[in-house]
């Protein structure tokens, strides 16, 4: 009898399926609206912000404000604002939110050695953010075992048709892009979208090879995110390397407009 009620759950949640299709035209199955997954990102980071030591270093909190700020003034939606935290950690690590949140490590900063490369990594980031990366994850783990699982615990706390109930398992089980690690399409994909961000934000696309040249010699200590099930660094080099015909003329396009003033602090 419970099988089949959670059979039935999951048939209740497949009628709200749409297949949308991402930035680059893969098609993507998202279970959850926008505004669920903002909530689920809102949550998420403030949890994140309780767990990790908040950086309070003024210098280097307003050289990665500075890079990401530019980054996310060149989104074309404006609507919304974004929260920049620095992290103290020797992680090398960032990820952005649903809902307009930023992380970054300060480990990060021993390999994106200048305002170029940081851009790289911020606007990878917020690129899985714009292709609504962690929506096809969650919705992804909601459609596996990992989804039954929690349908059943919250079939057992009242019935899963209560989808906040359902939303708040799923939030304390996972944090949205932070420990469900991308798969391989969605990050050539962030590359992608990242690179161009990054370009129009004035940031010159040249130091994304740089970065993972750097990141390569790192080593094992990069954070999940950026470790995750990334393509190998050869890979991604040359895609990026493919990409600059396309990403400097946008590039030199926006140095006419904006001024790379970000200072790294020594
Ligand atoms: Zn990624």
Known sequence: MKGILILLSAALFLTGCATHQSPTGRGQTLLFSSQEMSQLGDSSFAQIKQQEK??????????????????????????????????????????????????????LLDVAVNADQLATVIGHEIAH???????????????????????????????????????????????????????????????????????????????????W????KAGGEQGPELLSTHPSHGQRIAQLQQMQAKAQPLYQASKLSVKNTCQRPK
């Open 213 to 216: 040249k750097n990141m390569s």
């Open 54 to 107: 908040i950086s309070q270093d003024k210098a280097l909190n307003a050289y990665v404000h500075c890079v990401a700020d530019r980054v996310t003034q060149a989104l074309p939606d404006q609507s919304l604002p974004w929260e920049v935290v620095v992290f103290e950690s020797d992680q090398v690590n960032a990820f952005a939110l649903p809902g307009g949140h930023i992380g970054v490590y300060s480990g």
């Open 129 to 211: 953010v714009l292709a609504n990366h962690s929506n096809e994850q969650v919705s992804r783990a909601q459609l596996t075992g990992a989804g039954m699982q929690l349908a059943d615990l919250a079939l057992g706390a009242g019935g899963i048709a209560d989808k906040e109930l359902y939303m708040a398992a799923l939030g304390l089980g996972v944090q949205v892009g932070y420990i469900l690690p991308y798969g391989r399409e969605q990050e050539s994909e962030a590359d992608v979208v990242g690179v161009e961000l990054m370009a129009k934000a004035g940031f010159d696309p040249a130091q994304s090879v740089e970065l």
